[in-house]
T-cell receptor
């Protein structure tokens, strides 16, 4: 398994502002994933972040809205830009552990409320 | 594309009742199947998994069997407790598919389980 931490754990933001969410893993991993869980809904993959390359975004998600950084093998950030109330969600990062296997482990999530 | 369908909730049961949460899937190749659980106010935790047909995953009294012929992975528990109240997500990964699977997980919509004392 893997130990994953996220900061902040929750935040309340005003529309039009941006929030950067941090994800830290206790081991080196090539791929990190960012998911969104809207209220009462399932998880939807936003993007895959590989160290040393541009993130790969899923359909419906764009880099201008959700820029991602991956500066090293244990850390990633997701920014939610120009927020609106529709961005109110839980944002989760995840990794495969051990790398190369099929089981994903998730961080505790960041609960975002946009007013 | 891949998809996961699970029974809608909420599902309300009395303590010690038998639990079944249905999950069926559509996937290319031969996916791995998972049940994740999200307790109130907590993050997503892996409950159990199965990586090939006829495998049975089990944990904390929960079981699910990978049924390729019916493309199902139903979650069962013989006697539920109040502490089992949570949201349960069925998910699949075809990452290990040699024909080229996706890297992310595909989730069902989740089933909210409420156990009453």
């Amino acid at each position: 398994s893997a130990v994953i931490s996220q900061k902040p754990s929750r935040d309340i933001c005003q529309r039009g502002t941006s929030l950067t969410i941090q994800c830290q893993v206790d081991s080196q991993v090539t791929m990190m994933f960012w998911y969104r869980q809207q209220p009462g809904q399932s998880l939807t993959l936003i993007a895959t972040a590989n160290q040393g390359s541009e993130a790969t975004y899923e359909s419906g998600f764009v880099i201008d809205k959700f820029p991602i950084s991956r500066p090293n093998l244990t850390f990633s950030t997701l920014t939610v830009s120009n927020m609106s109330p529709e961005d109110s969600s839980i944002y989760l990062c995840s990794v495969y552990a051990p790398p190369g296997q099929e089981t994903q482990y998730f961080g505790p999530g960041t609960r975002l409320l946009v007013l | 594309g891949n998809s996961v369908t699970q029974m809608e909730g909420p599902v309300t049961l009395s303590e010690e009742a038998f639990l079944t949460i249905n999950c069926t899937y559509t996937a290319t190749g031969y996916p791995s199947l998972f049940w994740y659980v999200q307790y109130p106010g907590e993050g997503l935790q892996l409950l159990l998994k199965a990586t090939k047909a006829d495998d049975k995953g089990s944990n904390k009294g929960f079981e699910a069997t990978y049924r390729k012929e019916t493309t199902s992975f139903h979650l069962e528990k013989g006697s539920v407790q109040v502490s089992d109240s949570a949201v349960y997500f069925c998910a699949l990964s075809d990452r290990m598919y040699s024909g080229g699977g996706a890297d992310g997980l595909t989730f069902g919509k989740g089933t909210h389980l409420i156990i009453q004392p």
